[in-house]
């Protein structure tokens, strides 16, 4: 299995839903990333989990919750969102860099959400 | 801290033809690694090619190639022989050994003409 999932493929929520975007993958990596992306625009990094612990936050709101119950999934729970962000999340995993030749990242097709 | 810079916000050529995406990068790192990515309509990040710094030797994967000037900081994407499957946003990106981030640049959004 050379791939990450990503589910749903589209949410559409309210200001005042809770919801959750789901990513998994079974390359054995241990490194697991959450991205925003906005259109004709490169991915924005948000967060890092690493050995599923959490090693990088970029200053994401805390409307934006991530979790990793295991080394093969990775949630980003959704709480109070705004309408700005209306995106594309993307999932991305890689190898464990300590002793690799290189940190590639393989990402996931992505949920584009939508918040109303 | 690490930049990447794409000068080349679209790009169109012909069906068959050669087409070059630019890419320069600043980094005080000695130990790094540069990335092609191609996002086609459909979403997905597909790595295209990908280079180490300690390598001089060229990238090449079938009709993608790069030329990497490491004295210049220049990462270029070839593709020969284009095709109407080639048609997409190409983001290049610079990893630095040890750190988990990428550093993306702005992208060329590249379009196959029939």
């Known amino acids: 299995d050379t791939e990450v999932t990503q589910t749903p493929k589209h949410l559409v929520m309210g200001m005042t839903n809770k919801k959750s975007l789901k990513c998994e993958q079974h390359?054995?990596?241990?490194?697991m990333y959450w991205y925003k992306q906005k259109a004709k625009k490169p991915p924005e990094l948000m967060f890092v989990?690493?050995?599923?612990?959490?090693?990088i936050n970029e200053s994401v709101p805390s409307r934006f919750s991530p979790e990793c119950p295991n080394s093969s999934l990775l949630n980003l729970h959704l709480h109070a969102l705004q309408p700005e962000d209306s995106a594309l999340y993307l999932c991305?995993?890689?190898?464990?860099?300590?002793?690799?030749?290189?940190?590639?990242?393989?990402f996931g097709p992505g949920t584009r959400l939508t918040v109303l | 801290a690490q930049t990447v810079t794409q000068s080349q916000p679209e790009m169109s050529v012909q069906e068959a033809e050669t087409v070059t995406l630019s890419c320069t990068y600043d980094?005080?790192?000695?130990?790094?690694?540069l990335f092609w990515y191609k996002q086609p309509p459909s979403r997905q990040m597909i790595l295209v090619i990908r280079?180490?710094?300690?390598?001089?030797q060229n990238a090449t994967e079938n009709r993608f190639s790069v030329n990497f000037q490491k004295a210049a900081k220049s990462f270029s994407l070839k593709i020969s022989d284009s095709q109407l499957g080639d048609t997409a946003m190409y983001f290049c990106?610079?990893?630095?050994?040890?750190?988990?981030?990428?550093?993306f640049g702005q992208g060329t959004r590249l379009t196959i003409n029939p």
């Open positions: 390359m054995g990596h241990r490194a």
């Open positions: 990106a610079l990893g630095v050994q040890g750190a988990q981030k990428l550093v």
């Open positions: 991305a995993s890689s190898p464990p860099f300590p002793g690799t030749s290189y940190n590639e990242q393989f």
């Open positions: 280079q180490e710094a300690y390598k001089q």
């Open positions: 989990y690493s050995y599923e612990k959490l090693s």
């Open positions: 980094t005080s790192e000695s130990n790094y690694y």
